[in-house]
């Protein structure tokens, strides 16, 4: 399985940008889907997932203003970020969570830089 992440750019504070992770090849197997960041000097963290179902979690620095969801029918995973701020600044990575091998696939990752 292949994941393409795409959306990120340069954003000004209070933009509202989405990204997209599309996969493609082996997708069977795949249970969550999720986005992840990793701003410059810093540990990768995780800003939201979603399962199968639809069931969501998100980081506390992104509750309320960033919304993750799925079309299990297109294999894309969507995360729309509302409100941004400068600190939202990171280099995104989509994962996804398998019940098959391999368990655990990453995308590239898309930068978003969030300046005025």
């Known amino acids: 399985v292949q994941l393409q992440a795409s959306g990120g750019g340069l954003e000004q504070p209070g933009g509202s940008p989405r990204l997209f992770c599309a996969a493609s090849?082996?997708?069977?197997?795949?249970?969550?889907m999720g986005w992840y960041r990793q701003a410059p000097g810093k540990q990768r963290d995780l800003v939201a997932t979603?399962?199968?179902?639809?069931?969501?979690n998100y980081a506390g620095s992104v509750k309320g203003r960033f919304t993750i969801f799925r079309d299990n029918v297109k294999n894309t995973v969507y995360l729309q970020m509302n409100s941004l701020k400068p600190e939202d600044t990171a280099l995104y990575y989509c994962?996804?969570?398998?019940?098959?091998?391999?368990?655990?696939?990453w995308g590239q990752g898309t930068l978003v830089t969030v300046s005025s």
């Open positions: 979603v399962t199968n179902s639809g069931g969501t």
């Open positions: 994962k996804a969570q398998r019940s098959v091998a391999p368990y655990i696939v």
């Open positions: 090849g082996s997708i069977f197997g795949i249970n969550v």
